[in-house]
């Protein structure tokens, strides 16, 4: 699905290891997208976006982040690890195709990782294709 923020494979991944049923995860991810997609002008102010290209932008959020917006979201804890975890894994496939897993690795031990689907389109005039910014 073009404009997804979590690839068809990454879902099926995270919910073979999520305790939340394979049919629910995806349901769980586009909530959370809608919910992402409304601030994402926010999200470009407040953090640091590590990525973006014309399908996602990926951002580097403060640890509880995710907490805050499942609990916004009414998800369970299961739940919202789930998201939280698909948007990891995301990430991290992002870090692999740009070799930069590495450091996104680091990145993950104190920071959470949000992707936000761009529904085709980058957006903002920026550089897809794995551009930077460094926030503000």
């Known amino acids: 699905m073009s404009g997804e923020p979590i ?22 991810v586009d909530r959370a997208q809608r ?8 999200y470009r102010r407040e953090y640091e976006r590590v990525h973006a290209d014309d399908l996602r932008e990926a951002f580097l959020v403060e640890w509880g982040h995710w ?3 499942g609990e916004e979201l009414d998800m369970t804890d299961r739940e919202r690890s789930a998201v939280r975890r698909a948007h990891e894994e995301q ?23 949000v992707c936000i689907g761009t ?18």
């Open 119 to 136: 529904n085709g389109a980058n957006g903002d005039g920026g550089e897809p294709n794995g551009a930077t910014d460094d926030g503000p």
């Open 35 to 42: 919910r992402l997609a409304a601030d994402r002008e926010r």
């Open 67 to 69: 907490e805050a917006v």
């Open 7 to 28: 690839e068809g494979q990454i879902l099926v991944l995270t919910a073979a290891k999520a305790s939340v049923a394979p049919t629910r995860l995806p349901d769980l």
């Open 91 to 113: 990430l991290l496939r992002i870090g692999r195709r740009t070799d930069r897993e590495e450091t996104f690795e680091t990145a993950l031990e104190i920071r959470e990782p």
